[in-house]
């Protein structure tokens, strides 16, 4: 009994843990770390012979869950003492003492080895480039306390995915890459705006520096819906110079909508609907993107 006991035990920190880091929002990054990973097998001109292989995208897949458990666990350990003040976030395990700090230590610690066995999987560039991913993933949590536009911090977290996934298959950086990082990081800083305009009070309180505190929340939602302007533009942009067809345009004007209903429920003086813009709206534009993108990909393979 005491054995089977300590096994629910154990299996509940866990459980606390995934629940800690948000583990089932990898959804919104990984669908563009796979268009990064696949973009390459598209039209000319920078297409490649073959498609990527099995392997490749297994190990960028543990790359991406690696990463992003690191950051997010770093996320809570540097904020633990913020979100214990924060009535919304008062209820997570590390300001509640569900979790230890050594123990979520502990949780990065891993974390963070399984991103480099996976790294060390991939692209010799890969390899090389790997600690700038680390100390953008370190230092976010720092931003909102020094820098008015700490908001951006996530955007350039979220970029990596697609150039990452680039640089792992090709070994090499290329005009659609840096388009589809750019269109990531318009998008993400974007919506992470959206989302910090709920604790507007209690960051000013504490005297932390998002968009919305340093400039005000109805400042903040206009600077998102620019953000989303950008974001689809640079998509276009990566599909013309990419020789994509009509589909993957489809899927665009289709996120398009996704982003424009995101920013209108969401107003200055009625942030009540936040969760839907923040989490449905958003995992469903990364996917349909992907989906789009990736039957433009079959075609052109098949044709």
């Known amino acids: 009994m005491l054995a089977k006991s300590g096994q629910i035990t154990s299996f509940k920190r866990i459980k606390l843990f995934l629940e800690m880091v948000k583990f089932e929002h990898t959804i919104f990054a990984l669908p563009f770390a796979y268009l990064g990973a696949l973009w390459v097998a598209g039209p000319a001109p920078y ?4 498609v990527p292989t099995f392997y490749q ?3 960028i897949t543990i790359v991406m869950v690696g990463a992003r458990t690191f950051a997010m666990t770093a996320n809570r350990l540097i904020d633990r003492e913020i979100d214990a003040r924060n009535p919304r976030t008062a209820e997570r395990a590390l300001p509640k003492k569900l979790l230890s700090v050594p123990e979520v230590i502990i949780y990065m610690i891993i974390s963070f080895l399984v991103f480099i ?3 060390y999987q991939l692209s010799p560039l890969a390899k090389m480039l790997w600690p700038i991913a680390l100390v953008a993933f370190s230092y976010y949590s720092y931003l909102k306390r020094f820098f008015p536009l700490a908001n951006l911090g996530l955007g350039f977290c979220l970029s990596l995915a697609p150039l990452g996934a680039w640089i792992a298959v ?6 659609p890459a840096v388009l589809l990082a750019l269109a990531v990081f318009a998008w993400a800083s974007g919506f992470d705006i959206i989302y910090s305009c709920q604790d507007y009070e209690i960051d000013k309180e504490q005297n932390l520096r998002s968009i919305a505190v340093c400039f005000g929340i109805r400042n903040a939602l206009c600077t998102t819906k620019y953000l989303h302007v950008l974001t689809i533009i640079l998509l276009i942009a990566a599909g013309i110079v990419s020789n994509f067809g009509f589909i993957y345009f489809i899927g665009i004007g289709i996120a398009s ?6 920013n ?3 107003k200055a003086d009625d942030l009540s609907r936040i969760d839907a813009a923040f989490f449905t709206l958003n995992s469903f534009f990364s996917v349909i993107i992907f989906a789009f993108a990736l039957i433009e990909i079959l075609k052109t393979r098949l044709a």
């Open 47 to 50: 297409g490649r012979p073959n």
């Open 117 to 119: 066995v996976a790294v």
């Open 257 to 262: 909508l996704l982003l424009i209903y995101e």
């Open 264 to 266: 209108i429920i969401v």
């Open 170 to 175: 090709t070994n090499s950086v290329s005009l």
């Open 57 to 59: 995208l297994f190990w």
